[in-house]
């Protein structure tokens, strides 16, 4: 059977780059899989965190995910702390990964800077973890941006020197041809690279001190029409076809946006915009803009004054995750060769 899994972390400012590149198509999964959507509270963990801003923070990715779409009593919503066999198996993964393989992870050498001595090592163990967060439920199809295709193929890797390593155990067992799926990425549409919007050749991301490198999710639609309105971008007219983007990058980024906030492709968007200047395309990126997020921002705000619904939606989809990891942990120890 196929299983979607996906996570977000709780480190504040949601923003259009997790939306676009994520939520909307673990909204869109929902019609055709059983899917899986995890606050991952444990990997925020592997750089410092306030405990109050946390707590703020998981209640704030649970809401985005609902206010987006997301139905927690058709399919699963809870946070990674609260399913310990994640943890569990993650161990097991770190005797399985191997450390060439993690040295080879771009995002540790990005967040662990210069000063890589004094990273955690939970930092470093971060891609183990991811692999656990998929594979304790035997996931098949993991939604997510660019950023995170390494990180999967990792998954990928791990699961098949498990399987590999342990194949006589696992036959014994009675689990026929490998007990872990490779999970396949789900990488696609018009904005799996959302960049800043102050500089076409950084990523939009939750940490850049600028706030206005991106669009939150919780921001109004006067904040969103500042946003887009100052959005850098280069004096030519936009292209009518979709190979005059290249080397443009500020320009291939509002019309990538465009294009996924609209459900279309960037080349339909040239078509109604191509020859024309930016401030025609920017206003009308600011009432499509407006009109899809605004209503998600309020949903939001609104669910903020709710903890109380939100914590019932986490602990129930925590309860009906563990049952689903539960199983396929038992299975693992036994085919380890841990006596129970
Ligand atoms: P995180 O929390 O950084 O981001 C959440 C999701 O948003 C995507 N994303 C973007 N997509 C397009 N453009 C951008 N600028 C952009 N920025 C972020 C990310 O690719 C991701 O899909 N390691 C993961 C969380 C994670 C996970 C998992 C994901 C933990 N366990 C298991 C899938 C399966 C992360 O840090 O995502």
């Avoid at 660019?146 to 399987?163: M, P, V």
């Avoid at 007990?179 to 990425?185: D, K, Q």
């Avoid at 280069?234 to 292209?239: C, I, M």
Wanted: hydrophobic letters at 40%; charged letters at 25%.
């Amino acid at each position: 059977i196929e299983r979607v899994f996906s996570g977000v972390q709780p480190t504040g400012n949601l923003h259009l780059g997790n939306y676009l590149g994520a939520i909307v198509k673990f909204v869109e999964l929902q019609r055709t899989h059983d899917c899986i959507y995890c606050v991952v509270d444990l990997h925020a963990i592997t750089l410092p965190q306030n405990p109050e801003d946390l707590k703020a923070s998981i209640r704030e990715v649970t809401a985005a995910f609902i206010a987006s779409g997301v139905d927690p009593r058709q399919h699963i919503v809870f946070n990674q702390s609260q399913v310990s066999e994640h943890a569990e198996l993650a161990w097991v993964f770190n005797c399985v990964a191997r450390i060439g393989w993690l040295n080879r992870m771009t995002q540790f050498k990005e967040k662990a800077g210069k000063d890589r001595e004094n990273a955690s090592v939970g930092l470093y163990a971060y891609p183990c973890l991811m692999a656990a967060d998929i594979l304790v439920y035997r996931a098949t199809h993991v939604p997510v941006g660019e950023d995170q295709k390494q990180h999967l193929e990792l998954a990928r890797d791990i699961a098949q020197k498990f399987n590999l390593d342990f194949a006589a155990s696992i036959a014994a067992h009675g689990h026929g041809e490998g007990f872990f799926p490779l999970p396949e990425p789900l990488i696609q549409g018009p904005a799996t690279r959302v960049m800043s919007l102050r500089d076409g050749s950084k990523k939009m991301s939750k940490s850049d001190p600028s706030d206005y490198s991106r669009i939150n999710l919780s921001d109004d639609a006067d904040t969103i029409a500042q946003k887009v309105r100052k959005a850098k971008t280069d004096p030519e007219a936009l292209p009518s076809e979709i190979e005059g983007l290249a080397n443009r990058p500020e320009a291939e980024n509002l019309v990538g946006i465009f294009a996924a906030l609209n459900g279309e492709t960037k080349q339909n968007v040239l078509k109604a915009f191509g020859g024309g200047n930016f401030s025609a395309f920017k206003a009308a990126l600011v009432d499509l803009a407006v009109t899809k997020l605004g209503p998600i921002g309020a949903e939001m705000k609104r669910l903020k004054n709710d903890a109380a619904y939100i914590d019932e939606v986490l602990v129930d989809g925590a309860d009906r995750a563990r049952a689903l990891a539960h199983e396929n942990i038992v299975a693992v120890k036994d085919i380890l060769g841990f006596v129970r």
